[in-house]
């Protein structure tokens, strides 16, 4: 079993984040916010897909305001992602959001910053504090406002993880200082509802700052990678990344970030959380590589049979192998199997047979025994 750092929970909405909660799975809307009819049909469909928590990106006004009426037509809570203009929050949370991201690299006054949580206290709305290394605030401008260019930042001369010498001052360390400086002021004005991220493209800065990080505060992780790329590629940068972090005890909430489908985002987020054991909402398929053995089209068969397990609430282990001669051996832990062989194929439970049936008949008959497992208790 994975040992979880222990962290002060705070409620996102009804949904509790840290302490004892399960770790949730949450994804960002990439429609235009002021487009209200398509981001709320876009936060259902991610509803169904089992997201728990959504975001938006609130870049003016109009944005803002469209936030308010977009909370009235969802059913999981919302998160407004702020940057520079810290009035955008103040409307986001009379529309009723559940949480606010700010962004301590480009908000940095800290009057504004304490006006945010003066406000967000008052109506009990946790505050995101987002470290990204692409927008960090300048090398000697953590918290200042005035006499820096963001195009002469310095934090690209930083060295990243595993880069620097001792007593160099290292992006993990620029990073850490600007978590704890937004933390300081939040804390400053007897504000605690707080959860953290601190995201990097590059995995091992990412790695080194979460780690430090969560040694030096009792608060909430949200983990992710930032930017980490397209559904293939971005998917495995994730893994590895929050792979780590999460073996390791260390996460709360976590947001896959790919040039993507937004769902792909839900479903990439929940298998590696399966992985770990770490959440157990729907099926997880196990299912061999082929080979020269396979006398069936096994890439097609498994994907049919993770479309369909998608579709099902049944916390199931579920494996697809390619030929009976090791197949139910190989996957004898999973709850329900199939072995395709040459023209007909073996259903088994916990590596026995239960039914030979016709190639033609497997999929249904796989199905059916997937159902006739009990569904999870509500």
């Known amino acids: 079993m994975i040992k979880r750092r222990p962290t002060k929970p705070v409620y996102v909405g009804g949904v509790k984040v840290g302490g004892d909660a399960e770790i949730t799975v949450q994804s960002m809307t990439k429609t235009d916010t002021r487009d209200v009819a398509a981001t709320v049909r876009q936060i259902h469909e991610l509803e169904e897909a089992g997201c728990d928590i959504i975001r938006s990106a609130v870049p003016d006004m109009d944005a803002a305001i469209a936030m308010g009426e977009i909370k009235k037509q969802i059913n999981i809570p919302l998160i407004a992602d702020i940057h520079f203009h810290y009035q955008l929050a103040l409307k986001c949370l009379e529309g009723g959001v559940d949480c606010l991201r700010?962004?301590?690299?480009?908000?940095?006054?800290?009057?504004?910053?304490?006006?945010?949580?003066?406000?967000?206290?008052?109506?009990?709305?946790?505050?995101?504090?987002?470290?990204?290394?692409?927008?960090?605030?300048?090398?000697?401008?953590?918290?200042?406002?005035?006499?820096?260019?963001?195009?002469?930042?310095?934090?690209?001369?930083?060295?990243?993880a595993g880069e620097a010498s001792e007593g160099d001052y290292s992006v993990v360390d620029h990073m850490v200082a600007t978590a704890l400086w937004e933390i300081s002021l939040l804390e400053d004005q007897d504000f605690d509802q707080i959860k953290i991220s601190m995201k990097a493209f590059d995995v091992p800065t990412t790695i080194e700052a979460y780690t430090r990080l969560s040694e030096m505060i009792p608060y909430p992780l949200h983990l992710g990678i930032t930017?980490?790329?397209?559904?293939?590629s971005g998917s495995i940068r994730t893994s590895v990344g929050l792979g780590v972090l999460l073996y390791n005890g260390i996460g709360d909430t976590i947001r896959v970030s790919l040039s993507d489908d937004s769902v792909d985002e839900v479903i990439a987020g929940y298998e590696i959380l399966k992985s770990l054991n770490l959440r157990s909402k729907g099926a997880v398929l196990v299912a061999c590589p082929s080979c020269g053995r396979a006398d069936v089209d096994v890439r097609k068969l498994a994907n049919d049979v993770d479309s369909l397990l998608r579709k099902s609430n049944r916390n199931i282990k579920v494996a697809v192998m390619g030929c009976e001669v090791n197949g139910p051996g190989e996957a004898k832990d999973a709850d329900v199997g199939i072995a395709a062989g040459a023209g007909r194929a073996v259903i088994f439970r916990k590596g026995e047979k239960v039914r030979v049936v016709p190639e033609a008949e497997m999929l249904t008959?796989?199905?059916?025994?997937?159902?006739?497992?009990?569904?999870?208790?509500?």
């Open 227 to 232: 930017e980490a790329g397209t559904k293939t």
């Open 102 to 160: 700010l962004n301590p690299g480009n908000l940095r006054n800290e009057d504004q910053v304490r006006e945010v949580a003066a406000a967000a206290k008052a109506q009990n709305v946790p505050i995101r504090i987002g470290v990204n290394f692409g927008s960090l605030p300048p090398v000697g401008g953590i918290g200042r406002t005035r006499g820096f260019s963001r195009h002469m930042d310095l934090v690209n001369k930083l060295p990243k």
């Open 365 to 378: 008959a796989l199905m059916e025994e997937v159902e006739a497992e009990p569904a999870p208790a509500d």
